[in-house]
């Protein structure tokens, strides 16, 4: 039987942009203060889910619903189960959108709004395939779940939950990252590394300003696009403001100083990027903690200040904290600041977000570290670790979904790595595919994130082959 595939998706693309862009309008980032019974990790997150849900139960796909944790819709018959794993929730915005983010707005052929492109712009892609398969009749030897996912930007909670209560797929793909086919993604760290919160040695500066508060950046793996420091002192206000105005001129960075009664503010924009890729954006707390390590600060904020120049500043891959690796699959090792937070006489936290190669050792990283931020009263606090994933190029699952990328483009099926960590590597037999064509622009985590229109359309007819090939 010879199917048009792109052709049969046509028919489908109002009711798929329409079903999107509604998608789209759920505000379904991680909040923790409306979690609840059905709704682990908040009312939008839990929205999202039960929107898909309910939109495959009215379509008459068989669905479950794993107490808001996860869910999944599944097609067709047989022992064995192919997955495609999704996730419904998304970073938080952040600011420099040119429309709202979760106002989904179509211009000049691209649909922009947070989470376009990662992940609910290709997870509805996904569930169109599935929707078409079944439409066309077509018969599958094996079953099929479109397993939806809530907390893949944060803790990959849901997908402890889930597979601790439902079965492992033979194998499958995670549509969330790059065409052709991922077969490598590098391993995850997400380190808190925290202060004890004691004043550090020496007296202050009668000159020196005193680091009241500072804050930078939302999740680990976004880098931060805007920090603020607050100063207290009796110094020369003016001559700061003025060293700060150079500053940001020289680095052709934007901010401003704000002065009030009592403090001066700092703010500084920076550019977000995927945390996988740090050096690919403007971290805002890096660019301001170098300039805060220009001026006299008092000793407790001038040790948070050193320990971030010292280890951090410009340098992307673990070479200041004795980390550095790398090698021929996946390339070097990548330390993403993503959180800074800082109190005098109080909170102080720095969340960093380590991405390491396939062989890489997470203990000898964490111990390493753990060694270098000691001298300046910091020490490892909570961690997350997702160990490095890895498919045999040969796989038949690789053979099966490179077939049906060169059938449905015309272009040879690479094999990619990448520092990225997608919903593949919650399977024993996983890779990720799509929906980013080569050449294309990456939006994720990005203001003005989108997907362009037509490439939604070509990988759901992309990701509607495949499904069929690996279940029929």
Known sequence: ??????????????????????????????????????????KGVAEALEYLLDLARRDGFETKNLDGYAGHVE????????????????????????????????????????????????T???????????????PLSKRVRLILGTDEENLWRDMAYYFEREEMPSMGFAPDADFPIIYAEKGLLDITLVGDGSAAAGEADAEAWMLARWEA????????????AVLEGSGDVFDLKMKYQDYLLQNRIRGYAQEADDHLLLVLEGRSHHGSEPDKGLNAGL???????????????????????????????GNKLGIAQEDDTVGPLTVNAGVFRYEKGGERRLGLNVRYPIRGDSESILSAIAERVRPYGFEIGETDHKPSHYIEPDHPLVRTLSRVYEERTGDKASLLAIGGGTYARALENGVAFGPLFPGKEETAHQADEYIEVEDLLKAAAIYAQAIYELAR
């Not at 010879?2 to 046509?10: F, G, R, T």
């Open 124 to 138: 509805m892609a996904a569930y169109f395939a599935l929707r078409l398969i079944k439409e066309l009749g077509l």
């Open 287 to 317: 660019e301001l903690a170098r300039f805060l390590h220009s001026i006299a600060l008092d000793p407790e904020g001038a040790r948070f200040i050193g320990m971030i120049h010292d280890l951090l500043v410009d340098d992307f891959f």
């Open 217 to 228: 950046g939302h999740r680990f793996n976004m880098v931060p696009d805007g920090a603020r």
């Open 75 to 122: 097609y067709g018959e047989g022992e064995e189960l192919i997955g495609v794993l999704g996730h419904v929730d998304v970073v938080p915005p952040g600011d420099g959108w040119t429309t709202p983010p979760f106002a989904p707005e179509i211009r000049d052929g691209k649909l922009y709004a947070r989470g376009a492109i990662d992940d609910k712009g290709p």
């Open 1 to 42: 039987m010879k199917i048009d595939w792109e052709q049969e998706m046509e028919k489908f693309r109002g009711e798929l942009l329409q079903r999107t862009k509604e998608f789209l309008a759920i505000e379904s980032v991680l909040d923790e203060s409306s979690a609840g019974p059905g709704a682990p990790f908040g």
